[in-house]
């Protein structure tokens, strides 16, 4: 049966998880693996930061100024930091709102699944299981430390995107695809890009989407020429705060009727 999701989602208390996998190390600044990583990255899409270094090996789940689970991201070096974690944040709630009553609604590209969450808060939408997909083994620990075993029928699984939406076809799913924007977020000790391009990623999806039986919603930017040409529906969805100024737009491309 199909379950009504009323109950106000709570932020469980902050919990770490690992950047790194496979590797341990007592001190970043001693250690040679680290100080390649911080190396290689150190003139990359850094945030200038006066605070005093941390212990930032392992990210730390925080709620951002919406409410919603997000986590922090290892230090740079002593004057840089990563810019955050790349998500919906701003738009997940209205995208939320086109996401119809489902039996399963799945997340290929789950992240940390700003979408999801809104759905969670929803008084009215309704979902049978809940699929959280992702092949880093960063992003799958955090999704499991704060989503599972909390109640709800939430899966987390590791399978690549295409495995993963042709497991979980069927005319009763909902797919939210927020799959890469720039191969430049990736370059990161804690992320996967496991495909050529971004664009390579573009038709991949849109090619698997053309023969689904599910309903399906694809965010990219607004500016995405792969998607905007496609025969299916699209909308722009503005963000609810401003960044650089600005209120961002996000492209939705869909097999859903945006007019109901």
Request: proline letters at 5%; a positive charge.
């Amino acid at each position: 049966m199909l379950f009504r999701s009323r109950q106000k989602f709570e932020s469980p208390k902050p919990s770490l998880v690992r950047p790194f996998p496979d590797h341990i190390c007592e001190s970043e600044s001693n250690c040679p693996v680290c100080k390649k990583f911080i190396n290689q990255n150190s003139k990359w899409r850094g945030i200038k930061t006066t605070q005093k270094k941390k212990n930032e090996v392992k990210p730390i789940t925080i709620t951002n100024r919406l409410g919603q689970l997000s986590m922090t991201l290892p230090r740079i070096d002593d004057q840089k930091r990563w810019a955050g974690y790349a998500g919906l944040a701003g738009t997940a709630k209205k995208i939320a709102k086109l996401i119809p009553n489902c039996r399963y609604y799945v997340e290929p590209f789950a992240g940390t699944a700003k979408v999801f969450q809104e759905l969670l808060n929803s008084n009215t939408f309704c979902a049978q299981d809940y699929i959280l997909n992702d092949t880093s083994v960063f992003v799958k620990d955090w999704l499991v430390e704060n989503f599972a075993d909390k109640g709800l029928n939430v899966r987390i699984t590791m399978q690549d995107f295409i495995e993963c939406i042709k497991t979980w076809d069927n005319p009763w799913t909902v797919f939210l695809i927020d799959g890469p924007w720039f191969k430049g977020n990736y370059q990161q000790g804690f992320s996967s890009f496991n495909r050529e391009s971004v664009k390579a990623y573009d038709e991949e999806i849109l090619k698997v989407c053309r023969n689904i039986r599910g309903k399906f919603i694809i965010v990219s930017r607004k500016e995405n020429k792969i998607y905007l040409e496609s025969e299916f529906n699209h909308k722009l969805v503005k963000s609810i705060y401003v960044v650089s100024g600005k209120y961002p737009k996000v492209l939705i491309t869909t097999n859903l009727d945006l007019k109901k």
